[in-house]
């Protein structure tokens, strides 16, 4: 039974619950961009807002970019990062509705995933404690500022699938490159839209803040672009038939993919990016001791767990990305 006969089976049933006969009716079971009196989109997420991506500017979309990280160092943490080792915890600002990445175990209410046990390894690495984190919610949208935030808002490193771009790196430091994956849309299995091309007639949507907007204006400029406060809130309009497609990184639709049976996955292989821990520009030595654990979870195989136990059953992996130093390459061009 297809989603579409499942949302019409439930509009029939409140009408009987109801009693009357004035009920919305359900959406229709074709894609959106079939009929034009769906572009209003009056019932989407709160804080929701739709563009044509034609009027979105296209800069900021290199794919493949690895910005160079400052290289790891011996020091302890007590010397490298005096003031969050008195502290006693690191402050982390995540997600929690990313699932698979980071999200809240509705069962146990604890944060999980892959970037939540990532920032559980930096805290093991400099306390001896995987357990000394404070997470804080940060939206996509707000990541850079919250680590120049007030004090009550601020977190020490920003660990939100955030993508490496020249644009952010004139505001934010990155750690070494923890996760690489490609871009891609996710849409009902039996949508129309199964190519880049037919992007350019749908109705896409992508989270506010991400680099995602950018790219779908330069693929498929013809496309109309919902954009929401978070990708979860991108997953439930594909689902309330809102969007035709959610266009992301594929590290993410493959958990918006885990949690509906009804989605299909296309991946645009050649558009490729990289998410680096985000930290306070000029706070050298927390990039090296992050760095630090990056390469440690690498070497010890660390890593490659955590990537089967989140992703295995969904997504493939070449390993972990080569982390790239500026240090190396100063190296390199002074002995050129």
Not at 148 to 170: F, L, N, W, Y
Request: hydrophobic content about 40%.
């Amino acid at each position: 039974m297809s989603r579409a006969t499942l949302t019409t089976l439930a509009g029939l049933v409140a009408m009987v619950a109801s009693g009357c006969s004035s009920v919305t009716p359900a959406p229709p079971a074709d894609a959106l961009f079939t009929d034009p009196a769906l572009t209003q989109h009056d019932a989407l997420p709160q804080g929701a807002s739709s563009i044509p991506a034609s009027e979105v500017d296209t800069v900021d979309t290199e794919s493949g970019l690895l910005e160079p990280s400052l290289k790891p160092v011996s020091t302890p943490a007590s010397e490298l990062i005096p003031d969050i080792y008195k502290r006693g915890y690191i402050i982390v600002g995540v997600e929690q509705s990313q699932n698979l990445m980071s999200y809240r175990d509705l069962a146990t209410g604890e944060l999980i995933g892959f970037e939540i046990d990532l920032a559980h390894e930096i805290a093991r690495d400099i306390f001896g404690d995987p357990s000394k984190v404070a997470f804080r919610y940060v939206d996509a949208a707000n990541r850079e500022q919250a680590l120049s935030a007030p004090p009550t808002e601020r977190v020490d490193v920003v660990i939100r699938a955030m993508t490496m771009t020249k644009g952010r790196a004139d505001n934010v430091d990155f750690s070494a490159p923890y996760f690489s994956t490609s871009a891609g849309f996710l849409t009902d299995k039996d949508s129309p839209v199964t190519t880049v091309d037919d992007l350019n007639k749908a109705t896409v949507c992508v989270a506010q803040g991400s680099i995602n907007q950018y790219r779908v204006a330069r693929i498929a400029p013809g496309a109309t672009l919902i954009t929401t406060l978070s990708w979860s809130d991108c997953l439930m309009a594909l689902q309330q038939q809102q969007v035709d497609a959610v266009f992301s990184d594929t590290a993410l639709l493959a958990g918006m993919a885990a949690q509906d049976a009804y989605t299909s996955m296309t991946v645009i292989s050649k558009e490729r990016d990289y998410y680096g821990i985000g930290i306070k520009q000029g706070n050298d030595n927390l990039t090296r001791q992050v760095n630090k654990t990056i390469e440690r979870i690498i070497a010890d195989g660390t890593w490659r767990s955590l990537f089967a136990e989140w992703f295995g059953p969904y997504l493939a992996t070449q390993g972990p990305p080569t982390p790239l130093y500026q240090e190396d390459q100063q190296h390199r061009q002074g002995r050129s």
